[in-house]
Structure formats: structure tokens, C-alpha cells
């Protein structure tokens, strides 16, 4: 039997998607030139963020996500190291002060909790004394992404629905100007509807598709320390974090990300290169973030590296994810330019998709995310 | 060429690494895991698995099958995950 839709790209957006449609109803089949959760999904820190998003869309979108990882650990029933750890962000410069509280304050505004903390050596007794601001995001949270993505296939599998590893699409089928099959290296499936999940490698599956959009790689780069006990007890990060995301500088831009895994190591960000698809680790980059972290935690200094791995976000020119159909074919739609916020913003992208695509109506305002905004057409 | 393991004086050769002066010392274990504490020593050998964890000079984590014997090194066991010790 022919699926209505096929999910291209099993990473976390591609599992989140399929998820909501096969709960929705839809026959749904999954497909992914290599293993489910291998790429991008696997190359981040797994952040469920709200602490480094100003009021707009994208944090209304990551206020709704977050609320549906915390059901979604449930109703899974699996075990995806889910981590209710909260963030805490750090200004270590007495300019870097004020524009934190700031910005903290738009955010309570609209519903964040985002507390200013003046003992901030309580949360964090490791911490560099030299902090001017600090301000504590008790709903941050964090999840083992791999777990989390095969958790949400399995899921599909368990309900009727088909994921394929190692199958490469090349393009898509029409008849009467709509969606008709997804061309494969193991032939044609047909099928009513196509979501492109294809993270940073979407821009590409959208031209085979014979609709671009303006989704690029940028690059990031992740330390891992040996285990250690506990010393650093958030996700801890440098003010300047949400002034590196929103850049749109191709050139390195590396700001202090830090935080435990449930194993011991800790986890060292972040860096964000615009370098096409160009696999190499710079050690300027290992040395900017190494220093950075030692910055915000001494006691980081003599602890060993063990490794380092890095991945591609899918960047949009305008920093909002594209979700949605897409106007030139009927049939094919996109859910893809989450940068480096797929993780968190995961399961409402899969709800909103699904709303969109079966007619139900929308949970958040879809207008930001549509794909026929300027910033993903025009840029091409 | 002279170490110390876990505070006993031990005679090396130059060019041994510290996971072959351990073992020519008679030991198979020197670090337990952070979970359960149990016994590990010398796995992979090539450096790889980081199972062969030891304390040289203060220094934790340090891969006994990658570290090449220095005079007076000060070796000792780990147990479970360790910080480094504070520098003087």
C-alpha cells in the first residue's frame, strides 16, 4: 500500500513530523540516505531551549515544543535522559550586563521564566568570579537527541508506520502539477505529499525537487571532556551566545557554551563557520572554545579533552525555521532552517506540519514560518 | 629510571609506557569505573577506549597505554571521575 506522505530525512524534525502525522491518521513512511538521527541530529548538544530566544515566533514556537518534549517523555515511554537542568546565562563584562537584563526582561514579559540571580556562586560554585549579570532559566532542558528522534520512530513503526535507512531520494514524481512519488535509489514510491526534513542538506533535495529554498550549512564544532564529577550543574553560557546565533557573519563566531552529560563529560560549544559542507575540525576553533570555557569555568583548565565532533545546522538568511507548503508544488512541503535549535523546536514543528497539512487548525500563528517569505526566496 | 606507583618507589625502563610499567609491576587494575566501582585496567592498548584511565602527577584521565614513562612520575589509581589537582 502507498503511503500519503514521505518523510525525507530521519533526524529529529523528520521523526517529530512523521510522529504527528501518523498519530494524525496518515499512512507515513520515512526515508533517509543514511541511519535515522546520524547527522545533524547527532552532531549538537541536545538543547531545549528558551533562554537564548526574544519574544517573536521562534520563541513561541520553542514555549509550545518544550511543553510537548515534557508529554512526549511520557507518552513515548522511553527513557531519552530528559533533563529539566535550566540554563543559567553569565555576562562577564560590565557592558555585556545591561543588554542581558534587558533582554531578560522582554522575555518575562512575555512569559519566560528568566530569573536575575545576584548569588549566582549557588547555582554554580565553579563559576568565574568575574560575573557582572547573571539571570537563571529554570525551563531549559536537555535531551540525549539520538534516544529522543529513534524514540519518536519507533513510535511510528509501532503505529503502522515505515522507516527506510540507507535509501537515497534523488527527486520527486509530478502529474497535473502536483506531487506524485519520491524518486528513489531503490525506485519510485508514490505517494499524495513529501515533507523535506533533509536539515542543511534541504536547499539540495528543494532543487531536485525543482523548488530552492535558501537553506545553507553552517558549521559547528562540539569539545567533549573527559567524565568528570559534578561541576557545572546548567547549561551555562556566555551573554554573547544569542548575539552569535543571530549573526548572519559566514566567518567564525564562537561563544562559551557549557554543560555535564548524564555520563560524566562535559560538553564544550559553541562555533558557528559558514563552510559549506566541509567536514574538517579547525584547531583555531578547539582553542577559541577551549579558552572560552576556561573563561567561565577555571577549574576547566587541566581537565582533559577526550574528543571532538562537529555538524551542520540548517541556517535560513532570517534565522526562523521554514514550515509549511510549499506554493510552486502542491504536495511538497518543508520543515526544515531550525539552525541549531531542531532539537527543542522538534515536536511543534511536527504539530504544526501536521495541522497545516491535514487542515486542522494551527496551535501557533504559521505566517513567520511560511516558505514564500522573502529572506528563503529571494536570497537564492 | 625510577616512578612511584601509588607511592611505591618502582624501577622503569625508558620508552615504557605507564601501562607497561603497570603491568611489569604485577598490576592489572588501576582505576574503577564512577558507577558500581569496579575494576579496569588495560583494554584497547592503542588508545582508543579510554579504559586504562590513571593519575600521573596530579593530572586524572591520563590514557596508561598513551604516556610514555617520565623519572619521578607520580602514578596512582583513579577512582571513579577526578579533578585535576589544584595547581601550587
Not at chain 1, 530521519?10 to 546520524?38: E, K, N
Not at chain 1, 549566582?120 to 557582572?132: A, G, I, N, R, Y
Request: hydrophobic content about 45%; some cysteine.
Amino acid at each position: 500500500m502507498y503511503p500519503d506522505v514521505v518523510v525525507v530525512g530521519a533526524g529529529v524534525i523528520g521523526a517529530a513530523c512523521a510522529r504527528a502525522l501518523t498519530v494524525a491518521g496518515l499512512r507515513v513512511t520515512v526515508l533517509d540516505r543514511g541511519a535515522p538521527a546520524s547527522a545533524t541530529t547527532a552532531s549538537g548538544e541536545g538543547n531545549v531551549l528558551v533562554s537564548d530566544k526574544g519574544p517573536g515566533p521562534e520563541l513561541d514556537l520553542a514555549v509550545a515544543s518544550r511543553l510537548r518534549w515534557l508529554s512526549l517523555v511520557d507518552e513515548l515511554g522511553v527513557d531519552i535522559e530528559w533533563e529539566s537542568k535550566g540554563g543559567v546565562v553569565v555576562a562577564t563584562t560590565d557592558a555585556a550586563a545591561q543588554p542581558l537584563l534587558d533582554f531578560a526582561a522582554a522575555q518575562r514579559a512575555v512569559g519566560v521564566q528568566a530569573d536575575v540571580v545576584d548569588r549566582v556562586h549557588d547555582l554554580e560554585p565553579h563559576l568565574t568570579k568575574s560575573v557582572t549579570a547573571a539571570v537563571h532559566y529554570p525551563q531549559d532542558g536537555q535531551l540525549q537527541p539520538v534516544l529522543a528522534a529513534s524514540a519518536l520512530l519507533a513510535d511510528v513503526r509501532k503505529r503502522g508506520g515505515t522507516v527506510r535507512a540507507g535509501v537515497a531520494v534523488s527527486g520527486v514524481d509530478t502529474a497535473n502539477g502536483r506531487i506524485a512519488g519520491v524518486r528513489t535509489d531503490q525506485g519510485v514510491i508514490a505517494c499524495g505529499a513529501v515533507v523535506n526534513a533533509c536539515g542543511p542538506w534541504s536547499g539540495e533535495f528543494a532543487r531536485a525537487a525543482g523548488a530552492p529554498i535558501a537553506i545553507l550549512p553552517r558549521r559547528g564544532i562540539v569539545m567533549v571532556t573527559a567524565a568528570l564529577p559534578l561541576v557545572v550543574r546548567h547549561k551555562v553560557y556566555d551573554a554573547d551566545y544569542v548575539g552569535a546565533v543571530a549573526s548572519g557573519d559566514a566567518a567564525l563566531q564562537t561563544s562559551s557554551v557549557v554543560e555535564s552529560t548524564p555520563a560524566g563529560p562535559v560538553l564544550i560549544g559553541s562555533s558557528r563557520q559558514r563552510m559549506g559542507f566541509a567536514e574538517r575540525i579547525d584547531v583555531e576553533v578547539l582553542r577559541e572554545l577551549a579558552r572560552k570555557a576556561v573563561a567561565l569555568f577555571p577549574v576547566l583548565a587541566d581537565v582533559p579533552v577526550m574528543r571532538a565532533y562537529g555538524g551542520f545546522r540548517p541556517y535560513a538568511p532570517d534565522h526562523l525555521p521554514v514550515i509549511g507548503p510549499d506554493p510552486r508544488l502542491p504536495g511538497l512541503w518543508h520543515a526544515t532552517g531550525h539552525e541549531g535549535a531542531g532539537i527543542g523546536l522538534a515536536p511543534a514543528t511536527g504539530d504544526l506540519l501536521t495541522e497545516l497539512l491535514t487542515g486542522a487548525d494551527p496551535h501557533l500563528d504559521p505566517t513567520p514560518f511560511r516558505v514564500d517569505r522573502p529572506a528563503v526566496m529571494e536570497a537564492l | 629510571m625510577k616512578i612511584t606507583l601509588d607511592g611505591e618507589p618502582t624501577p622503569v625502563q625508558p620508552g615504557q609506557t605507564v601501562a607497561a610499567a603497570l603491568l611489569a609491576a604485577g598490576r592489572v587494575s588501576w582505576r574503577d569505573t564512577r558507577d558500581g566501582g569496579k575494576p579496569r585496567g588495560l583494554f584497547c592498548g592503542i588508545g582508543v577506549c579510554f579504559d586504562c584511565l590513571v593519575v600521573v602527577n596530579g593530572v586524572p584521565d591520563v590514557r596508561a597505554c598513551q604516556r610514555v614513562v617520565a623519572d619521578g612520575d607520580d602514578v596512582r589509581a583513579q577512582r571513579g571521575a577526578e579533578l585535576p589537582e589544584a595547581r601550587p
